[in-house]
């Protein structure tokens, strides 16, 4: 039982350049979330799912996409990279309702725009 | 106005103290209350989980949610150096925006010297 996986764990991109962060869940857990973390702004939502094929935006959701195809996998795609977007990346999992509700993050992503 | 709002602190207190972290809340779809331990370059994890108003006692560490004025509270007993991090306060709904939607207040940055 992995958890909730994140890959990579750190990232240098230039300004422009598009790329892919992983999120895999071995728990079967239906919601999915996204979340970006930044000195002083807390952790803010960026798009959520709550199962396969369902998707919603969150706080921010400008400059990124997800696509839920599988009930395992949420990957988070940043369409063309701005400074803006260095932060630290949070995936999290859970189940839909009752006991074991809350949350389960990943180690998250770093990155950083240049 | 953040649906959740926490005060980010910080908070130093002596080992031993009794801390009390608090949080409100303005969304009345709100059913489940979290709080998240987070240390520094990590993910964060869950340290308790209320579901309505009481109390909800784990170790040293006891929940609190008054929906009634909509405030949660984090109390830690005997605090230990071993609890310095950021403590962050959540809520989520099965209904409407809050179905699968984790709201987070800023957190709390707590340090417990020795």
């Known amino acids: 039982n992995a958890g909730v996986t994140q890959t990579p764990k750190f990232q240098v991109l230039k300004t422009g350049q598009s790329m892919t962060l992983q999120c895999a869940q071995d728990?079967?857990?239906?919601?999915m979330s996204w979340y970006r973390q930044d000195p002083g702004m807390g952790l803010r939502l960026i798009h959520y799912s709550v199962g396969a094929g369902i998707t919603d935006q969150g706080e921010v959701p400008n400059g990124y996409n997800v696509s839920r195809s599988t009930t395992e996998d949420f990957p988070l795609r940043l369409l063309s990279a701005a400074p803006s977007q260095t932060s630290v990346y949070f995936c999290a999992s859970s189940y839909s309702a009752g006991e074991g509700y809350g949350y389960t993050f990943g180690s998250g992503t770093r990155l950083t725009v240049v | 106005q953040k649906e959740v709002e926490q005060d980010p602190g910080p908070l130093s207190v002596p080992e031993g103290a009794i801390v009390s972290l608090n949080c409100t809340y303005s969304n009345s779809a709100f059913q489940y209350f979290m709080w998240y331990r987070q240390y520094s370059r990590k993910g964060p994890e869950l340290l308790m989980y209320t579901y309505s108003s009481g109390n909800k006692e784990d170790g040293r560490f006891t929940a609190q949610v008054d929906k009634s004025s909509k405030y949660i509270s984090l109390f830690i007993r005997d605090s230990q150096p071993s609890d310095s991090a950021t403590y962050l306060c959540?809520?989520?709904?099965?209904?409407?925006?809050?179905?699968?939607?984790?709201?987070f207040g800023r957190g709390t940055q707590l340090t417990v010297w020795p």
């Open positions: 959540a809520g989520i709904g099965r209904r409407g925006s809050t179905l699968g939607r984790l709201y």
């Open positions: 728990m079967n857990h239906e919601y």
